[in-house]
């Protein structure tokens, strides 16, 4: 079992950066991959940005790539998401999600998700 707890989100203007942190706990997580999902009112919950633990593969989505980079601290158990150039279409709650295979996490059907936190981007 994996514990995932997100930190970061809040209220930003248009333009404006944030660094959302997701940090895992409850087993090794040595072989876990993990990503960032955001979901906004009344849509789907979209992939945003995935990374894998050991290698240090990415993968963004179109609509972030060269604004957000995801990376991680293997020693802090912990993975970020800086997220600079801020829109107000970025508004959306944005979940941390791990797995222990990578097309799982990419697909959005990971093993584990973080109960999410909000990110608002004011025009």
């Known amino acids: 079992q994996v514990q995932l707890v997100e930190s970061g989100g809040g209220l930003v203007q248009a333009g404006g950066s944030l660094r959302l942190s997701c940090a895992a706990s409850g087993r090794t997580v040595s072989s876990i991959h993990m990503g960032w999902f955001r979901q906004a009112p009344g849509k789907e919950r979209d992939f945003v940005a995935a990374?894998?633990?050991?290698?240090?593969?990415?993968r963004y989505a179109d609509s972030v790539q060269g604004r957000f980079t995801i990376s991680r601290s293997a020693a802090k158990n912990t993975v970020y998401l800086q997220m600079n150039g801020l829109k107000p279409e970025d508004t959306a709650g944005y979940y941390c999600a791990a797995s222990e295979t990578w097309r799982t996490v990419v697909a959005g059907t990971p093993d584990y998700w973080g109960q999410g936190t909000q990110v608002t981007v004011s025009s």
């Open positions: 990374i894998t633990w050991s290698a240090g593969t990415t």
